[in-house]
Nanobody
Framework: QVQLVESGGGLVQAGGSLRLSCAAS????????MGWFRQAPGKEREFVAA????????YYADSVKGRFTISRDNAKNTVYLQMNSLKPEDTAVYYC?????????????????WGQGTQVSVSS
């Protein structure tokens, strides 16, 4: 069982930056592929980024490629999402997720554990 707690959300102007963190409980964090998803009002939850067990492989949605960077620190049981050049369309609740297979996935149903989410709002 893994518990995930996100932090770092907030309100930022377009063009600004935020760094989200997701702290995980448990001793097997380094055996989970970690992902970030987001959900805007009235829309389905969508994939943002994922990172493999060791951090050697990363995956990004086309909409954030080149602006967002996912990383992890297995010694701290934490995964990060650095978000630069933010746009109003990035406004959403951002969720951290974990899956026990060492392969990135773009699909919500393939993740086993979820955090409660953190709000990111980007003003124009």
């Amino acid at each position: 069982q893994v518990q995930l707690v996100e932090s770092g959300g907030g309100l930022v102007q377009a063009g600004g930056s935020l760094r989200l963190s997701c702290a995980a409980s448990g001793r097997t964090f380094n055996r989970y592929t970690m992902g970030w998803f987001r959900q805007a009002p009235g829309k389905e939850r969508e994939f943002v980024a994922a990172i493999s067990w060791s951090g050697g492989s990363t995956y990004y949605a086309d909409s954030v490629k080149g602006r967002f960077t996912i990383s992890r620190d297995n010694a701290k049981n934490t995964v990060y999402l650095q978000m630069n050049s933010l746009k109003p369309e990035d406004t959403a609740v951002y969720y951290c997720a974990g899956r026990r297979i060492n392969s990135g996935s773009y699909y919500v149903h393939e993740y086993d554990y979820w955090g409660q989410g953190t709000q990111v709002s980007v003003s124009s």
